[in-house]
T-cell receptor, first 111, second 118 residues
Framework: GNSVTQMEGPVTLSEEAFLTINCTYTATGYPSLFWYVQYPGEGLQLLLKATKADDKGSNKGFEATYRKETTSFHLEKGSVQVSDSAVYFCALLGSNYKLTFGKGTLLTVNP | GAGVSQSPSNKVTEKGKDVELRCDPISGHTALYWYRQSLGQGLEFLIYFQGNSAPDKSGLPSDRFSAERTGGSVSTLTIQRTQQEDSAVYLC????????????????FGPGTRLTVL
């Protein structure tokens, strides 16, 4: 079956630091890949997506590239802000229409 | 426009009681999904609806769990004889449709219902 593995948290960074959260997946076929973010006390929000190999999703300074050869979709941001503190989930959408999520990574950014 | 809404936002119940959780999807969205977010298991798929029918119930953890959708809109997730391990945040999502190509099948999530079983 489909599965997503993302780096365990928590991750604590200082403001303006570089962020990488690793995500790898196992899936049959050609899934779409997503990063969702959950801010404290709020629901899940789609951060970015990529629907085919070599696509780069980007939003709010975050980027992730769909790498089929390494089955990865690592999330990066060049300079994090305190407001980026949240839980980040990597997810895939396979042919069975349901999202499969990683376990989430808690990011805390200190001023 | 209005997003996905869920009620109640919090529910505390005693073990053995039945609970009903409600989801109002985005107007016009034909597909609706239920997920569960718990500390031990992360985010798990429970069930999805296309219109009023549920082609995939594979994630329902036991026969104590059931869900229905009426009028192609509101959905109710019912948990009978609740157990402590049912404590979790129950998330609902909707999408415009379920397409053979999943490229744009973006799911929009509600704020969730936090269920605590004492």
């Amino acid at each position: 079956g489909n599965s997503v593995t993302q780096m365990e948290g928590p991750v604590t960074l200082s403001e303006e630091a570089f962020l990488t959260i690793n995500c790898t997946y196992t899936a049959t076929g050609y899934p779409s890949l997503f990063w969702y973010v959950q801010y404290p006390g709020e629901g899940l929000q789609l951060l970015l997506k990529a629907t085919k190999a070599d696509d780069k999703g980007s939003n709010k300074g975050f980027e992730a590239t769909y790498r089929k050869e390494t089955t990865s979709f690592h999330l990066e941001k060049g300079s994090v802000q305190v407001s980026d503190s949240a839980v980040y989930f990597c997810a895939l959408l396979g042919s069975n229409y349901k999202l499969t999520f990683g376990k989430g990574t808690l990011l805390t950014v200190n001023p | 426009g209005a997003g996905v809404s869920q009620s109640p936002s919090n529910k505390v119940t005693e073990k053995g009681k039945d609970v009903e959780l409600r989801c109002d999807p985005i107007s016009g969205h034909t597909a609706l999904y239920w997920y569960r977010q718990s500390l031990g298991q992360g985010l798990e798929f429970l069930i999805y609806f296309q219109g009023n029918s549920a082609p995939d119930k594979s994630g329902l953890p036991s026969d104590r769990f059931s869900a229905e959708r009426t009028g192609g809109s509101v959905s109710t997730l019912t948990i009978q004889r609740t157990q402590q391990e049912d404590s979790a945040v129950y998330l609902c999502a909707s999408s415009p449709t379920v397409k053979a190509s999943n490229a744009y099948n973006e799911q929009f999530f509600g704020p969730g219902t936090r269920l605590t079983v004492l």
